[in-house]
């Protein structure tokens, strides 16, 4: 590792609950991928946030206990990363760390990340930045997405149009007009893997459909595309984000009560054609869609299916990985939360304020010290 670069660490626990993705990487002269490390959610702890994440009872006890695991995990996270790529620990300047989603109600002006910051920055002796989402929440903004911002420093292309997709347990897009002139638009599109984790997982206790395999075997249920559409958060213009509180597995099974002699295999099928025709819809109806490039990240992006599914609803649409563009698809969000601890150290803004309907652009993040 170049000894003179500063190095930013980004901790991504997203709504998937796979693991936590830990990246170390420099902003300067260019974007560069230093190390990266993936950390397991023990079981047990998985299913204790999974239970947090819909109301139930003393709510601030179990959060309390969670707050300080995943504080411990993330900061184990961390100096695993460190440690297994020998990286020089007196040249990293921060840690961004999103923190895990357990509520998020944009429409009540909240949204609730957690993941002690205060003991990531005691075990690793490095100043954690947290809580990048609420400033943008009093701002009146949505809060989400947050990434649009990083989008737009890395990926900008002055000569063509590009939309950015990531596909993580919602999907989102963040639209990057070629001209500097027009406005950023990000929201979250609705599902991304969720449903279809969730519905491999009642079936099947599996914890994903690997390359989207079991979706392949099955044939999409229309009657049932369509009931699932019929979801007002589909119809609604952005700023707009979603997340557990809206797709969870009690709201497909609600919705499967009148198709109860469907195969298992067509639900998931039809799942995925569900994530990928709202992404192609949102495409249609709130980007110029006319030669742009479509670059896909996160898990989803490992699903052949899915990405069938979006090539046949986007036939023109020229896609691609993330990787092209120079970002790895896997670590894009990671590296996002590595960036925006950069944005708050140096003062800098770190929302885009036509992706979020906030009132105006604001330096985000608090600041836990080393
Ligand atoms: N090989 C694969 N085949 C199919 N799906 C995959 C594969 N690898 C990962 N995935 C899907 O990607 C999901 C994890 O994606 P990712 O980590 O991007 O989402 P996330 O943790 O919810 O993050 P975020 O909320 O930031 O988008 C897994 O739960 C799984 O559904
Ligand atoms: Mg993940």
């Known amino acids: 590792m170049d000894n003179q670069a500063t190095v930013y660490v980004g901790l991504m626990s997203g709504t998937s609950l796979d693991s936590v993705d830990a990246v170390a990487v420099s902003f300067e002269p260019k974007f560069t991928l230093i190390a990266t490390h993936t950390e397991a959610i023990p079981d047990q702890l998985k299913q204790s946030i999974t239970r947090l994440m819909l109301p139930g009872d003393n709510e601030i006890d179990r959060m309390g206990e969670i707050d300080i695991q995943l504080g411990q995990l993330f900061a184990k996270a961390t100096n695993q990363l460190i440690n297994s790529n020998n990286l020089n620990r007196s040249k990293i300047k921060a840690v961004g760390s999103h923190g895990q989603t357990v509520r998020h109600r944009p429409e009540l002006g909240f949204t609730l990340q957690i993941g002690d910051a205060n003991i990531i920055a005691e075990q690793t002796g490095i100043t954690t930045i947290t809580d990048f989402r609420r400033r943008d929440m009093a701002a009146g903004g949505q809060g989400a997405p947050l990434v649009p911002a990083f989008h737009h420093a890395m990926l900008h292309n002055s000569a ?86 809206q797709f969870n597995l009690n709201w497909l099974k609600q919705k499967l009560h009148n198709f109860s002699d469907i195969h298992p295999e067509d639900i998931q099928a039809t799942l995925a054609a569900l994530t990928a025709y709202t992404i192609a819809d949102c495409i249609k109806r709130f980007t110029p869609y006319s030669d742009f490039e479509l670059l896909v990240c996160g898990g989803g992006s ?69």
């Open 302 to 370: 490992h699903n052949q299916f899915l990405l069938q599914q979006l090539r046949s609803a986007l036939p023109t649409a020229d896609i691609a990985n993330s990787d092209i563009a120079g970002i790895a698809a896997d670590w894009m969000e990671a590296a996002a939360f590595a960036w925006l601890a950069m944005r708050c150290l140096e003062g800098k803004t770190g929302n885009i304020s036509d992706a979020t309907g906030a009132s105006g652009e604001r330096i985000l993040g608090a600041i836990y010290q080393a």
């Open 160 to 245: 063509k149009d590009r939309v950015l997709l990531n596909i993580g347990g919602m999907a989102n897009i963040t639209y990057l007009p070629s001209n500097p002139e027009k406005p950023i638009s990000g929201f979250d599109t609705g599902p991304g893997n969720i449903l279809m984790d969730a519905w491999i997982n009642d079936q099947r206790q599996l914890g994903y459909d690997k390359d989207g395999a079991w979706a392949a075997s099955g044939k999409i249920n229309n009657d049932l595309l369509f009931s699932l559409l019929e979801l007002d958060y589909f119809q609604e213009a952005p700023p707009k984000s979603t997340g557990r509180e």
